[in-house]
Structures are given as C-alpha cells and as structure tokens.
C-alpha cells in the first residue's frame, strides 16, 4: 500500500489540527493503521492505532482524551483529530500500514509509511 498524509500546519497552542492519510493500492482487510510522531532530536513515538477490520483503536496515554484516530471506510481516509495542542505536540506526523494487523505501538511492526507531515505548535 501507498499513504500519503496531510493537514499539518502551524497552530497556536490550544488548537486543533486534523490531519488525513489517504490509503492506496489495495483494499485494506486485515491491516492495521497507526500515526506516529517524531520530534526533532527524539525516537519515533507511538500515537494511535486503528485495526481497519473492526474499528477498534487504540491511544498513547500521553495523548488521550486530546487525540483520536479516525476512518472514513469508503474513502480509504484514516484522520487523527488533535485538540487542546501544546507546544510538545510539535513534530513530523506519519501515518503507516501494518499488513498483519497488530495495531502495535512499535514502528518496527509497519511496513509501509507516508512521507510525513509537519505539525508546528506555537506558544
């Protein structure tokens, strides 16, 4: 598959972004969907998760109640709605594709990637 993310953007602290992965070449099955972020000089940092095959999700405890993974089935569309942003939240967000399904929170587990997308928090 093929991901492609967008909607970052420069946001004061406070905010909200939504950011979209688009899902290409196949249909998705038994795939797992994740956001990570990567902030400058740190690791790759687990977000969320969604198994497509039944919706269900999962948060990173640092963000939930603030961020929250989303689909749109029949467009192939997976979203992560970003509330109450601070100035820590600022990182390259990616969204990635695990063909077997683990909704792990590992980034070794995902096979495919998108290009990133910057989120730039302001104070």
């Known amino acids: 598959v093929q991901l492609q993310a967008s909607g970052g953007g420069l946001v004061q602290a406070g905010g909200s972004l939504r950011l979209s992965c688009v899902v290409f070449?196949?249909?998705?099955?038994?795939?797992?969907l994740a956001w990570f972020r990567q902030a400058p000089g740190k690791e790759r940092e687990f977000v969320a998760a969604?198994?497509?095959?039944?919706?269900?999700?999962s948060h990173a405890d640092s963000m939930k109640g603030r961020f929250t993974i989303s689909r749109d089935i029949a467009r192939n569309i997976l979203y992560l709605q970003m509330n109450s942003l601070k100035v820590e939240d600022t990182a390259v967000y990616y969204c990635?594709?695990?063909?077997?399904?683990?909704?792990?929170?590992?980034?070794?587990?995902?096979?495919?990637w998108g290009q990133g997308t910057l989120v730039t928090v302001s104070s």
């Open positions: 990635a594709a695990d063909h077997y399904g683990s909704s792990s929170t590992y980034s070794v587990s995902y096979d495919s």
């Open positions: 070449g196949r249909t998705l099955g038994r795939y797992a």
């Open positions: 969604m198994d497509w095959s039944n919706g269900r999700t």
